[in-house]
């Protein structure tokens, strides 16, 4: 391998561990090769990184962001954990419950984990610790659980997979979502099984009638909430619109619910959330166009096939190999957040998958449940400081049952996802009708 993309990569490496901005660590990565490189004027590394920020499926994303942020400040996050806490919250531990549904749920609207953390994590973390669960204990239950936002569809990281591999975004909307079930269960069960001996005050049961009541009441106050999955979802696979035009359709749909339906946020509120949504979208564009340029110059240096090169020379058993590509993207998803990850990994480990055998459809769901590990992976572990920060809690206290979590419940649907393929292959194929 060229001496200087080792020591770009190195560079790279080292900007994300003293925790440079990353649209910044692939900037840097970028400069160097344009100064030290054989690159000439480097006026196609503009080119591509342009021609990347201008896709029409980028599009997607921001409006997904901005749907997902006028639903969280709307009230559509406050009424699903009331309708969960009426379902699940007078058993033991359901409050533990409540928090992965409803992370769960709001995932798949806002398609982002770090929204799902903010939205979940302040109103759930208060609630639990009032009922006596360990503060650190419940921001650790909300970090692991918002990860599920990677997995279930719509996902911002799905589309963004699919668009950098040429992958159908329909079939890698699909491939994550059974290992995403099954990790739901995984952490309820652990969750119940870690709040054991804390001391957890259980509300009283209610009677069947007044619960049937509760429920409903509830169930129509977070209806038009829990509606707006199932509509971008319908459109989608129903063909009436493109994963991009559903995500404009998410927007125009969150507004008047938001505004007129809940009456949780205000105009000046909305335009709050604009500004914030443009600034999340500005710092991904960054990121977008050095990230390209970065994978143009490695693709054009052969990285991907020295990769493959690498592995190999370290055994050539697809089992090995996909071992060593797990390891690979669970490194790089402690160090950064899943979009980079995905920009950075996806096409450098694509030839291990295609020599594995592996099936581009079921690499999404790999790679997004590697990553989604990655995420709340110590010592890094991106959406684990994001949560400490919103729970107001060190992260000490957070660390064991997050590993119990990794260990217990993420690492298990790593490997399932990554040796049984019809976990992530079966529903795309039913749905689509896919060989």
Partial sequence: MNSLIIIDALLLTFLLVIGVPVPFCFAGAVLVLMLFGDLGAGTFLIGAGYAKMSSLVIIAIPLYILAGGIMSQGGIAARLVDLADSLFGRMRGGLGIVVVITTAIFGAISGMASSAVAAIGTIMIPRMEERGYDRGYATALVSASAVLALLIPPSASMILFGWVTGTSILACFLAPVVPGLILCSLLGV?????????PVAV???????????????????????????????????????????????????????????????????????????????GVLLVLIFFAAMLAR??????VPQQILDGFMSVSQNPIVLLLLANLFLMVIGMFMEDVSGILLASPLLMPVMQHAGVDPIQFAAIIATNLGMGLITPPTAPILYFAALIGKTPLAPMLKPTLVFVFLAYLPVVLLTTFVPALSLALPRWALGLP
């Fill in 203 to 281: 509300p009283a049961a209610l009677p069947a009638r007044k619960m049937v009541r509760e429920v409903a009441v509830r169930t129509k106050k977070a209806g038009f909430g829990l509606a707006m999955p199932l509509i971008i979802l319908g459109f989608i696979y129903g063909g009436v619109t493109t994963p991009t035009e559903a995500a404009a359709v998410a927007v125009v749909y969150a507004i008047p619910v938001s505004l007129y339906l809940y009456r949780d946020i205000s105009w000046r509120g909305l335009g709050e959330v604009f500004w914030r949504a443009g600034q999340t979208t």
């Fill in 297 to 302: 110059v490695w693709t054009l240096e052969d």
């Fill in 190 to 198: 652990w969750n119940v099984v870690l709040t054991r001996k804390m």
